[in-house]
């Protein structure tokens, strides 16, 4: 059954400082997140978030649980493996090549890491087309609700990224929120982020992606995404692409409480109201607000004030 994270108001943010690597995040003396990286040996543990702070991520891969709970009632430490992988098929004919395109990646599910799905470039560019109405009907600050895992850098790496869902389970079992970056690097970029489009076509209120630094053409044209797509496809495919990064959203705000993005925060933001301003489709710019939001690591020797509301908070 789906578990649809709906809209909310903002209120103060018990907000503590950003850290970077996975899903780290700065939370005050009631907040904790959890941040792991599987492993072929090692169970996925999922602590359960209690309190308000930044959720971003900046490098390597992760999967973290955000709920809200007043209970001191010990949850489950070991996740189990999740079979039911195929999406449903879908009410809506319009979906249906969508659908397919779904299924056949996921059906390379147990098959030797690196092995390439057989999708057309016609077939990319229809997701392509689909996948950015979705996400321009959605504001650039997404306001979600709990339960909700939040998974950090894929970059291309499609097997881990089928692991993450094994374990977390698979849309629409489970609410996913991802940082960003799901290109570069790894061998399998096309792969990795025509699985995720897919599912936010499909799962529009329950599967949320969020812009990374690597989701902008002028990083992506160097480190790995373009000679992939030129290789494979074609550059006028990378060119497509680019245009739905462009139309991606750079962060969300779980249970009025955690603010997730791939990088920082900003020095120029005083107000969650500034992010919402944000128009796209855009570029990434080389300064300023959004450029902050997907680059930005925490610096200890920095002090940034920020004002949420009628909440004034010093990070240190």
């Known amino acids: ?14 907000i503590n400082d950003g850290s970077a690597g996975g899903v780290g995040a700065g939370m005050n003396n009631n907040a904790s997140a959890m941040e792991c990286e599987p492993r072929t040996s090692d169970p996925i543990t999922q ?24 209970t001191n009632d010990t949850t489950e430490t070991t996740q189990h493996h999740h079979e039911s992988s195929a999406p449903p098929p879908p009410p809506n004919p319009s ?7 779904a299924q056949r990646l996921l059906s390379l599910r147990g098959s030797p890491p690196g092995t390439l799905a057989s999708l057309a470039e016609s077939e990319i ?27 950090g850098d894929v970059h291309g790496q499609f097997t881990d990224l089928l692991r993450l869902f094994e374990y977390g389970g698979f849309p629409p079992e489970s609410n996913y929120l991802f940082l960003g970056d799901y290109v570069d690097r790894g061998k ?15 799962h529009p209120e329950n599967f949320f992606i969020l812009r990374g630094n690597h989701e902008s053409a002028g990083i992506n044209r160097i480190y790995g995404f373009y000679d992939e797509c030129k290789r494979r496809y074609s550059i ?12 991606l959203p750079v962060t969300a705000l779980v249970d009025e409480k955690i603010l997730c993005m791939h990088g920082g925060l900003s020095p120029e933001m005083e107000s969650l109201n500034q992010i919402r301003d944000l128009s796209r489709p855009c570029d990434v710019p080389d300064v ?15 002090n940034i004030f920020i004002s949420f509301i009628d909440t004034v908070l010093v990070l240190p």
């Open 47 to 70: 602590p359960t978030t209690t309190a308000g702070g930044v959720a971003s991520d900046s490098n390597g891969s992760s999967l973290a649980e955000a709920v809200t709970t007043t």
């Open 95 to 101: 979906l249906e090549p969508v659908h397919s395109i």
């Open 125 to 151: 560019r229809l997701l392509c087309q689909k996948v950015r109405p979705v996400l321009l009907s959605q504001p650039m600050l997404l306001e979600l609700e709990a339960p909700l895992k939040i998974c």
């Open 236 to 247: 006028r495919l990378w060119k497509v692409f680019s245009d739905v990064f462009n139309c």
């Open 288 to 302: 300023g607000l959004m450029c902050d939001l997907l680059w930005s690591d925490p610096d200890t020797g920095v």
């Open 1 to 14: 059954m789906e578990n649809s994270p709906s809209s909310s108001s903002p209120a103060s943010l018990g």
């Open 188 to 202: 399998q970029s096309l792969e990795t982020i025509c699985l995720l489009l897919s599912y936010k076509i499909l």
